[in-house]
């Protein structure tokens, strides 16, 4: 019977999330809610957004019916569903007109307040067999700060076509299979809905994309990814940490590439494109290529490393740690080639 479920689970969001990402792309069509291309973007063409719709909808109502069938809590549902629904209406009305920095800050620091009063802050730092306690007070301004900073950070990855869907994909696909097989089946089911809508809505979002999915689908996706992962974390399941080597990638690239543009007296807050993934496009790298070494790296080296880390909690800092320095290697030796690369351009012109 369950399987069943699942099935009939799969199939009805994969095409609920097709089905919604073309009425989308549709209706931005027609009152041109288009990304038009600047000296920041990855894309030349303009290219209708706001597609991330579906996968706010399809995870929203993954949460609904997973505590409609008593297999998620109360204070995990209201957490989600409102935080969820908060971010999408920020990110729809921002996908239209852009909403000022401060106001959107503001707004997602409240949904994070939300999800801390439901389910409660971090209270400690789990890695594999180490576990190192927070103060209640530190806990809190970890969480927040956590929650607010992958928000945003899952919304700056988010330049190329399919790359932020791929990663959702991933990402949940790993997270859902260790809630499985946990018997979690409430949160495992959530993490399956957002792969499926990810699914449906990469669909057109695959390069060349017929449609970006805006702030509306990476601002939902940051802002799930990490309230599910404190979610996961204070029951015990899956701690933040095994959560942060699936989206290395994501939060590796973000956070080497802001340090570097601080160290280098870059204005850090302003939009940019010298993200590695984005260094790569302009090196002359398909969308679709990078998407396909995107896979492979996950293959290759997160997954694998994960899967130790929770196999083996003796061995998961030793893991956590391969995959950052992997991450910083990858990235270095993309910077290097890029400044390689715009010196030979600059000496031939």
Not at 211 to 218: A, K, N, Q, R, T
Not at 242 to 261: E, G, N, P, V, Y
Not at 285 to 309: Q, Y
Request: aromatic share 12%; proline share 3%.
């Amino acid at each position: 019977m369950m399987s069943i479920i699942l099935l009939l689970f799969v199939i009805s969001t994969l095409v609920l999330a097709a089905v919604i990402t073309r009425l989308v792309r549709q209706y931005s069509i027609t009152n041109q809610v288009v990304d038009i291309p600047n000296e920041r973007s990855s894309h030349s063409e303009a290219t209708p957004r706001g597609g991330g719709l579906s996968i706010a909808v399809v995870a929203l109502l993954s949460i609904l019916f997973a505590y409609l069938f008593n297999w998620l809590a109360f204070n995990e549902f209201i957490a989600l569903i409102a935080g969820l629904i908060a971010i999408a209406i920020v990110g729809w009305l921002d996908d239209h007109s852009d909403i000022r920095f401060y106001w959107r800050f503001v707004l997602y620091s409240s949904a994070a307040i939300w999800t801390i009063y439901w389910i409660g802050p971090l209270d400690s730092i789990v890695v594999g067999s180490v576990a190192v306690g927070l103060p209640h007070i530190a806990g809190i301004i970890i969480t927040w700060l956590g929650i607010v900073w992958l928000t945003n950070l899952y919304n700056f990855m988010d330049g190329t076509d399919g790359i932020a869907a791929m990663q959702a994909i991933l990402a949940s696909l790993f997270g859902s299979a260790l809630l499985f097989f946990q018997g979690e089946e409430g949160n495992a089911l959530i993490c399956l809905g957002v792969v499926c809508a990810s699914i449906g809505f990469l669909v057109w979002n695959w390069p060349p994309a017929k449609i970006f999915m805006g702030d509306i689908g990476s601002c939902v996706l940051g802002f799930f990814f990490a309230t599910i992962s404190v979610i996961t974390d204070k029951s015990g399941m899956m701690p933040v940490s095994l959560w942060c080597m699936l989206l290395s990638i994501f939060i590796c690239d973000a956070t080497f590439t802001l340090i570097k543009r601080i160290c280098v007296g870059e204005k850090w807050y302003e939009a940019h494109r010298s993200h590695a993934y984005q260094l790569l496009v302009q090196m002359g790298m398909s969308h679709k290529m990078l998407l396909l070494n995107f896979i492979l790296v996950n293959l290759v080296i997160i997954w694998p490393a994960t899967m130790m880390a929770w196999l083996y909690p003796d061995m998961a800092s030793l893991c956590a740690l391969a995959v950052v320095v992997s991450m910083l290697v990858l990235w270095s030796a993309i910077n290097i080639k890029y400044n390689a690369f715009r010196k030979a351009r600059t000496n031939t012109g």
